[in-house]
């Protein structure tokens, strides 16, 4: 009888417990961005647009969780959850942290993905740490799980606004000449997320950052 129980528990029930019981094999993928369909395509909504353009890639369907649509992804023993938080861009570090602390994910397996003034449309640089930047999700994870110590996936939106017109700016949609690019730039985004999950962080900066 215990031969035949051995046998049964094959080689791939195994990796299947092991995905499981993990937790570094569990990545979580938080796209920032504002909720409704008034700001689906503005620049300030990068990080949900990223995430969406993955799961349509990869024929991912989206959940309504506890503070977030969620949906999860596997990739070589590695299991990718994806994020969308519900509470808008201001409070982003609520939902960060609860889903960290249900799915047990370490913090260094958690990537965000955001959109920055300061670098050039469609411009990358990823960072293990530092400031807010002044961007508000980002400040409200930092005050929430009390770290800058965590990994972030800034897409340049550039600083092309007038004085005073910046929250019409984040808050606009893609002009023309950006709407054509974003395609080749979600391509690029998907290949990041890939080779944060499988090659680590440093490598993928070191091999994506500039580009």
């Not at 799915?103 to 990823?126: C, Q, S, W």
């Not at 800058?148 to 700016?169: E, H, M, P």
Request: charged share 25%.
């Amino acid at each position: 009888m215990f031969s035949f129980i051995k046998k049964l528990f094959t080689a791939k029930d195994a990796d299947l417990i092991s995905e499981e019981t993990d937790p570094m094999k569990k990545f979580l993928i938080v796209g920032l961005g504002n909720i409704g369909p008034k700001y689906a395509n503005t620049r300030h909504n990068i990080g949900f647009k990223m995430v969406d353009f993955y799961a349509e890639k990869n024929s991912l369907s989206w959940e309504t969780g506890k503070l977030g649509d969620i949906t999860t992804h596997k990739l070589k023993g590695r299991t990718l959850i994806f994020l969308k938080p519900s509470t808008y861009m201001n409070l982003s570090g609520k939902a960060v942290n609860y889903w960290l602390d249900k799915e047990k994910v370490p913090l260094e397996n958690m990537l965000i993905i955001t959109d920055d003034l300061n670098l050039a449309f469609g411009t990358i640089r990823i960072k293990t740490k530092g400031s807010d930047g002044g961007h508000n999700g980002l400040k409200d994870i930092q005050n929430t799980l009390q770290t800058t110590n965590y990994n972030r996936f800034r897409f340049g939106i550039s600083d092309a606004f007038s004085k005073g017109r910046q929250v019409d700016y984040v808050l606009g949609e893609w002009n023309a000449e950006e709407e054509n690019q974003l395609p080749e730039r979600m391509e690029l985004g998907c290949n990041i997320i890939e080779s944060f999950v499988l090659a680590g962080i440093n490598i993928t900066m070191n091999t994506f950052n500039g580009k």
